[in-house]
T-cell receptor
Framework: EAGVVQSPRYKIIEKKQPVAFWCNPI?????LYWYLQNLGQGPELLIR????????DSQLPKDRFSAERLKGVDSTLKIQPAELGDSAVYLC??????????????FGPGTRLTVL | GENVEQHPSTLSVQEGDSAVIKCTYS??????FPWYKQELGKRPQLIID?????GEKKDQRIAVTLNKTAKHFSLHITETQPEDSAVYFC????????????FGPGTRLSVLP
């Protein structure tokens, strides 16, 4: 079974530039998550999708961050404009979404963003 | 909301010794507690999990214990090997937050040969 796929793996941009990250979840997984992981810290949830619906985006800085999950499969996370403090690893995860209690989440390899 | 603390932040053990990492959580409604291992530059990978209806779960050299009354759970690794060196994250989740996990800050385990 293929795991969660993310691209690009690394991205270096100048501040104020836009950037986008892409995620392809495990086939059949209804729930998709975007996390932010700062160096030396645990992942922090940015947004959670159930199919194509964003059901929890309370931690997403909506002034500069946006996300979409068209057709309930792949997802894109965008930052515009990027700031120095956005440098971090952006992780995507997916879970089956059985609706019966919390599911195991499977993580992608992440995108390491460096903002100069 | 849920808050998860994790101790110690770093842990060094000799190969063959045991390692124990402890997490505490604040929300008594939490009912699912996974542990993830993250090697440098790689994705977090689930190594073991436990639900609130059991007190202990074991998988070969890895075990997790849960004390719901005290609101803490621990990861136990026996007969540690150099390949166990990584950062370990605990997390807590409950149905009230749907599928949301709250992660601890991580423990960097170093197994010295």
């Amino acid at each position: 079974e293929a795991g969660v796929v993310q691209s690009p793996r690394y991205k270096i941009i100048e501040k104020k530039q836009p950037v986008a990250f892409w995620c392809n979840p495990i086939s059949g997984h209804n729930t998709l998550y975007w996390y932010l992981q700062n160096l030396g810290q645990g992942p922090e949830l940015l947004i959670r999708y159930e199919n194509e619906e964003a059901v929890d985006d309370s931690q997403l800085p909506k002034d500069r961050f946006s996300a979409e999950r068209l057709k309930g499969v792949d997802s894109t996370l965008k930052i515009q404009p990027a700031e120095l403090g956005d440098s971090a690893v952006y992780l995507c995860a997916s879970s089956p979404g059985t609706g019966v209690g919390p599911d195991t989440q499977y993580f992608g390899p992440g995108t390491r963003l460096t903002v100069l | 909301g849920e808050n998860v603390e994790q101790h110690p932040s770093t842990l060094s053990v000799q190969e063959g010794d045991s390692a124990v990492i402890k997490c505490t959580y604040s929300d008594s409604a939490s009912n699912y507690f996974p542990w993830y291992k993250q090697e440098l530059g790689k994705r977090p990978q689930l190594i073991i999990d436990i639900r609130s209806n059991v007190g202990e779960k074991k998988d070969q050299r890895i075990a997790v214990t849960l004390n719901k009354t005290a609101k803490h759970f621990s990861l136990h690794i026996t007969e540690t090997q150099p390949e166990d060196s990584a950062v370990y994250f605990c997390a807590a989740a409950d149905d009230n937050y749907g599928q949301n996990f709250v992660f601890g800050p991580g423990t960097r385990l170093s197994v010295l040969p």
